[in-house]
């Protein structure tokens, strides 16, 4: 896992001006941007469970086009210069957590580039993209990451699906961040130190814009539990165009934020296990990883 800040700008700028753009300018990705982009995914490690992702970048070509048009919704990217593919072992523990990490690191990278980024969930392990990603016997293809150039303006299309995902909203501080339990919720003067990168959490983009995540304090820790969404899985759309469990996938991409955010802040600790079970059992959530802060 990278313990150094991978931007050269502040992480808070960066998180704010990612975006999903569906709409991308015909022109190709600068050759410079392609070195810099290849050579940060080839050294970015592994994720908080110690899981890595193998990611590929290839040029958009019309059978990558067409692969997206049974995927709902997002046949609607247009003019996508590339994608970003990662593959992951299906079998390992917190793979997905670990994907979603990994994946939001690229993208918020590739975003400070001043590229545009649209997270695509699927089923692409068999797909053209699982084909140029030369995916192996045993791994998977969880999603993939349309970029390019953003187009000019915002188009209809565009407009209508931010709108129709909520693209814009988030649920409030007190829906989702909590004090020694879920009877009790944390308050932004009791999250001292930790107040922006908690924010952050709050900022990050997730599946259909549900916000799976849960995060308690308790001590010195950040406990971080997944709270499924009732009957998201079991949607017609999920069901049919997607394999992954994207809620465990948009747990590692909060994570990612908030570990970015406290690295930043040099506010120093690491991932553990400290499995609160008296904290979650009544609420219906299911324990992910714990944050354990300790002092530079």
Not at 27 to 55: A, M, Q, V, Y
Not at 159 to 168: P, S
Not at 190 to 204: H, I, K, N, P, S
Request: proline share 4%.
């Amino acid at each position: 896992m990278q313990a150094d800040i991978p931007f050269s700008k502040p992480v808070e700028q960066v998180i704010r001006k990612r975006y999903s753009c569906r709409a991308y300018a015909l022109e190709p990705i600068e050759d410079e941007k392609k070195r810099n982009l290849l050579h940060f995914i080839r050294d970015i490690g592994s994720g908080p469970f110690g899981n890595s992702s193998r990611f590929t970048l290839i040029s958009a070509t019309p059978s990558e086009r067409n692969s997206l048009k049974g995927l709902g919704t997002y046949g609607f990217i247009r003019d996508a210069s590339g994608f970003i593919i990662g593959a992951v072992d299906k079998k390992s523990q917190r793979n997905l957590e670990d994907f979603g990490y990994l994946m939001e690191k690229v993208i918020l990278r590739v975003t400070e580039m001043g590229l545009g980024t649209c997270w695509l969930g699927g089923t692409f392990t068999k797909s053209s993209f699982g084909r140029k990603a030369a995916v192996q016997e045993g791994e998977m293809v969880p999603a993939v990451a349309a970029v390019g150039n953003p187009g000019g303006g915002l188009r209809w299309i565009e407009r209508l699906f931010r709108h129709r995902a909520d693209a814009e909203r988030r649920l409030p501080w007190e829906s989702l961040f909590f004090r020694d339990g879920f009877s009790q919720t944390l308050a932004k003067t009791e999250a001292g130190d930790y107040c922006l990168a908690l924010e952050m959490v709050r900022l990050a983009p997730s599946a259909s814009n549900k916000q799976p995540w849960r995060v308690v304090k308790s001590g010195g820790a950040w406990h971080f539990f997944l709270k499924r969404t009732p009957g998201y899985r079991e949607s017609t759309l999920v069901r049919l165009f997607t394999v992954a469990d994207m809620q465990r996938i948009d747990m590692g991409i909060a994570m990612c934020h908030f570990e970015l955010s406290l690295r930043e802040a040099r506010l120093a600790g690491e991932w553990g296990q400290l499995r609160p079970a008296e904290i979650h059992a009544s609420y219906g959530t299911e324990y992910i990883a714990s944050w354990i802060g300790s002092s530079i």
